[in-house]
Nanobody, 114 residues
Framework: QVQVVESGGGSVQPGGSLRLSCAAS????????MHWYRQAPGQESAWVAT????????DYTGSVKGRFTVSRDNAKNTLYLQMDSLRPDDTAVYYC???????RGQGTQVTVSS
């Protein structure tokens, strides 16, 4: 069964940090680029970051550049998103996805509030 499961969300104050994880199973994780998306309340899903199969190439949406870092551990079949200097407008459900496989997790809630 192809699936991904996110974890690591929570509530933090502005300026804080969180590290999200996405555990993959049922497919050869190292063969696929992976993506993080987020969906804020009342808004459509928005792309956050992408990482290549080896992790050698990454890309970010403009609002998170310099604050978020996407990485992966292919030996552990796990994708990560390190989020620093969090802001209230980062509040959203974050989920990992591989569109070509049609796989997406349930997401993990991140809330940034004072």
């Amino acid at each position: 069964q192809v699936q991904v499961v996110e974890s690591g969300g929570g509530s933090v104050q502005p300026g804080g940090s969180l590290r999200l994880s996405c555990a993959a199973s049922g497919f050869t994780f190292s063969n696929f680029a992976m993506h993080w998306y987020r969906q804020a309340p009342g808004q459509e899903s928005a792309w956050v970051a992408t990482i290549s199969t080896t992790g050698g190439s990454t890309d970010y949406t403009g609002s998170v550049k310099g604050r978020f870092t996407v990485s992966r551990d292919n030996a552990k079949n796990t994708l990560y998103l390190q989020m620093d200097s969090l802001r209230p407008d980062d509040t959203a459900v974050y989920y990992c996805t591989q569109p070509n496989l049609g796989v997406r997790g349930q997401g993990t809630q991140v809330t940034v509030s004072s």
